[in-house]
């Protein structure tokens, strides 16, 4: 399957595999980010991706950021063909710890993956 990505920053390499066998995109941030202890932050993923038809893209918190103390608003997310935007995904962090968390450019935070769907009838 063929799927169209943007990257917005060139120096960040593109979603990848992590193996051979392994089908979850890596998703990193694109700058470096603070959050404050019960504070939200936007997080974004460095890509602009069109979904195709007849499939979701499912992205969910990787469990290293989630030891960070940090979750995505609304947990995971799935996106269709219908939500095919110009705009860059991003995620809404929340820092759930008692601590201020920090999200490095180009750390891993989320996972991404295409799934096949089809409409219930």
Known sequence: MKVE???IDKSLPLPSYNSKDTVKLGLTSRKDII?????THSVPLNIIVA???GHLFIISPTDEITQKGITFSGGT????????????L???AFNFS???AMILKGEVVAYGAFVKAEKAS
């Open 51 to 53: 979904v195709p038809k």
């Open 98 to 100: 008692g601590e201020r």
């Open 35 to 39: 959050i404050e202890a019960r504070e």
């Open 5 to 7: 990505v943007k990257r």
């Open 90 to 92: 991003a995620l809404r």
């Open 77 to 88: 997310l799935i996106l269709d063909s219908s939500d095919n935007k110009k705009d860059e």
